[in-house]
């Protein structure tokens, strides 16, 4: 799959601007498992939304309400659906991927439609039930 960016989201010159990949996930990631996750490109979130519901959640490790909000993550891991995959971006470093999606701020939320383009933009989620509620 090749990197989909809303209109307008192009490098200077027209070139299209490569994906950004992390490899420092903002949180430890220790014991949860595949549907809650460090974002590691675009294009596998892309991947992942054409299978089913794909959320990326842009936190900041020195951000409050991102720390509560993944710390909610963790112990109500069990009830993510089985059909949503939440990507967990580190809004310091995916500088592509936030001019993307046109994220200005940490602790912002971004629902992936089938075709890898945002169906929804929030920001606030505290916890893990007002981020299904969103996306139902």
Known sequence: LGLVLPAG????????MSADT???????????????????????GQALAQKGKVVLFFAA????????TFKDLQKNYGQVPSDLTILVV??????AVKSAFGVTSQHTF??????GKAVRTWAGSKDLADIV????
């Open 133 to 136: 509620r969103r996306i139902r």
């Open 22 to 44: 992390t490899d420092k996930p903002v949180f430890d990631m220790t014991g949860l498992g595949e549907r809650v996750r460090a974002f590691k490109s675009l294009q596998e």
């Open 90 to 95: 580190n809004y310091d470093t995916a500088k």
């Open 110 to 115: 971004v629902h992936l439609g089938s075709d």
């Open 61 to 68: 490790s020195w951000c409050p309400t991102c720390r509560a």
């Open 9 to 16: 989201a192009e490098a200077a010159g027209g070139a299209m």
